[in-house]
């Protein structure tokens, strides 16, 4: 009887609190409009880049027609200045009648139609960051229903205008709300942002109670240097965040800014790669109208993509951080695999790197290692061959690397790095002792 009783206590309060949602067992890949077409209202002047309907539809279309969709790119997310200045006759928020005169459900469908999600924004606060009307305590359960009525797929809840008593109720009531309207709506929370990201203001453990994903810094501009500010903070601070992620449950260090025009190609490879280490949402803010085949090849590389979207979900870490300015990232996959980023944060010339995988922790056997961006498979190693990698200045190489053993053991049909790679696996057998320039 006791026991039954504990049971129940315990099945109740995860009733009551934890994201039921089943969404988001891989993170999220899509297109979210801000860091491209930020607060652009001017249809006037600029109908083709300014936040409409319009904008949105175009954006569907590319993602269903330009192969963005199969790679896993669904969710197309409106972010800031959507709304009207005003809520309705009845409380509820609606979108600005001029830039989206068919209304949120309408723009809902024609994603759906093309088997895309939807996203949009909302603020725990008084205002949006851009001044539109927030979210205040009274209105949760309003714009929850709103969105589910309109058919939405997933709510990026910001924090402007709102203090932490605020967000401390304001963030889990969402959370509530969301799963009372019954329809699967993923929850992006800035609240960490809010709070500095770390303990003891921000409860990682609640955090992934409630939310499926989060925003825990700053917001990424176009430039190199805020995406290595960005890099920084988040492993300077792994031993907080690594643990916190995992399937239904990620840490949002903000959107790829690869096709816009802060990065450099080499700089791009390196944002794929170190984004796919963190296991971060790959959420694009680009033109993808007008995106260059260079931007598009990086963005679409299956094997970085299936790097990032890895069944177990653990975010990477970083093993070295060199005085001379090279960075050592790794990241464990399903099925004994593993990923390796080598980052130059140089400005010389390529800098050839020397180790080993053992002497990157890993264990005694051969190991298959593929090129992620030359995508090419390199001779096979043992832990202990040397090898010296050349990389580039702001610029990262990126390893998928498989044990031969386990490779042969374990191989499946569909796996995706056998599928994509194929025989050319098989090709070399090979082991080398000597350094490996590669
Ligand atoms: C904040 C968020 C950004 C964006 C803007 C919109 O700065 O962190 O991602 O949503 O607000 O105003």
């Not at 652009?40 to 969709?69: K, Q």
């Not at 990065?263 to 390196?270: E, F, V, Y």
């Not at 299936?306 to 996959?333: A, T």
Request: with cysteine; charged share 20%.
């Amino acid at each position: 009887m006791q026991r039954s009783v504990v049971i129940f206590v315990l099945a109740f309060s995860a009733a009551a609190w934890a994201l039921d949602n089943g969404l988001m067992r891989t993170p999220p890949m899509g297109w979210l409009a801000w860091e491209r077409f930020r607060c652009d209202t001017d249809c006037l002047n600029d109908p083709d880049n300014c936040i409409s309907e319009h904008l949105f539809m175009e954006m569907a279309d590319r993602l269903s027609e330009d192969g963005w969709r199969e790679l896993g790119y669904v969710y197309i997310n409106i972010d800031d200045c959507w709304s009207s200045m005003q809520r309705d006759s009845q409380g509820r928020l609606q979108p600005d009648p001029k830039r989206f005169p068919r209304g949120i459900a309408h723009l809902a469908q024609y994603v759906h139609d093309r088997g895309l999600k939807l996203g949009i924004y909302g603020d725990m606060g008084t205002h949006t960051c851009g001044g539109y009307p927030g979210t205040t305590l009274d209105k949760i359960e309003t714009d929850a229903q709103t969105f589910a009525d309109w058919g939405v797929d997933m709510l990026k809840l910001d924090g402007c205008y709102s203090n932490s008593s605020y967000q401390e109720q304001g963030y889990p009531m969402m959370s509530k709300a969301l799963n009372a309207t019954g329809r699967p709506i993923a929850y992006s929370c800035s609240w960490p942002a809010y709070q500095g990201g770390l303990p003891p203001k921000v409860n990682y453990t609640l955090l992934g109670q409630i939310c499926n994903l989060w925003r825990n810094y700053d917001d990424i501009q176009d430039s190199w240097d805020s995406v290595m500010s960005i890099v920084d903070w988040f492993f300077d601070n792994q031993d907080v965040l690594q643990p916190a992620a995992g399937p239904g449950q990620w840490n949002d260090p903000d959107m790829l800014i690869i096709g816009d025009f802060g990065l450099s190609l080499d700089q791009s490879r390196a944002q794929m790669a170190l984004w796919a280490i963190m296991a971060a949402p790959l959420f694009m803010s680009n033109d993808l109208r007008t995106i260059s085949s260079d931007a598009r090849a990086i963005l679409q590389n299956k094997i970085a993509i299936g790097i990032n979207q890895d069944r177990l979900g653990i975010q990477g870490r970083r093993l070295i951080k060199e005085k001379n300015g090279i960075e050592v990232f790794w990241r464990p996959l399903a099925k004994g695999s593993s990923a390796l980023v080598f980052l130059s944060r140089r400005s010389d010339m390529p800098y050839p790197y020397k180790t080993s995988l053992k002497e990157l922790s890993y264990k005694t056997g051969v190991y298959e290692v593929y090129d992620v961006f030359s995508e090419k498979l390199l001779p096979q190693m043992k832990d202990s061959t040397e090898f010296v990698v050349s990389i580039n200045p702001s610029g990262a190489v990126m390893w998928y690397v498989n044990p031969v053993a386990e490779w042969w053991k374990e191989a499946e049909p569909g796996r995706f790095s056998e599928k994509l790679i194929g025989p050319k696996f098989h090709q070399h057998h090979n082991e080398v002792d000597a350094p490996l320039v590669l």
